[in-house]
């Protein structure tokens, strides 16, 4: 089982840049794929980026070129550097983890945190 704790949110104006961090425990972190995933108010649950135990990465359409995913096993953290950050980049922030990396990723994975508010100012 992994338990993770994102951090890192905060509330910046557009243009700016934020790192958001993953704890996770457990020794097997380095084996898990892990993903970032984010709710805004009234929509649904999208996958943002996720990377593979192996350093693969996937950057939905939407953050490619912004944000960046990388793991350090460690110290059991997964960070996402959101930079040149939109107001549509607004919502809850969660992490999360999976034996699986690949086709199916967008519906979910099996541990999850508790998420992080990131809130962009036009």
């Known amino acids: 089982q992994v338990q993770l704790v994102e951090s890192g949110g905060g509330l910046v104006q557009a243009g700016d840049s934020l790192r958001l961090s993953c704890a996770a425990s457990?020794?097997?972190?380095?084996?898990?794929?892990i993903g970032w995933y984010r709710q805004a108010p009234g929509k649904q649950r999208e996958l943002v980026a996720a990377?593979?135990?192996?350093?693969?990465?996937y950057y939905a359409d939407s953050v490619k070129g912004r944000f960046t995913i990388s793991r350090d096993n460690a110290k059991n953290t997964v960070y996402l550097q959101m930079n040149s950050l939109k107001p549509e980049d607004t919502a809850v922030y969660y992490c999360?983890?999976?034996?699986?990396?690949?086709?199916?990723?967008?519906?979910?994975?099996?541990?999850w945190g508790k998420g992080t508010l990131v809130t962009v100012s036009s």
């Open positions: 457990g020794r097997t972190f380095s084996s898990y794929a």
């Open positions: 990377i593979s135990s192996g350093g693969n990465t």
């Open positions: 999360a983890a999976d034996s699986h990396y690949g086709p199916g990723m967008e519906e979910g994975m099996d541990y």
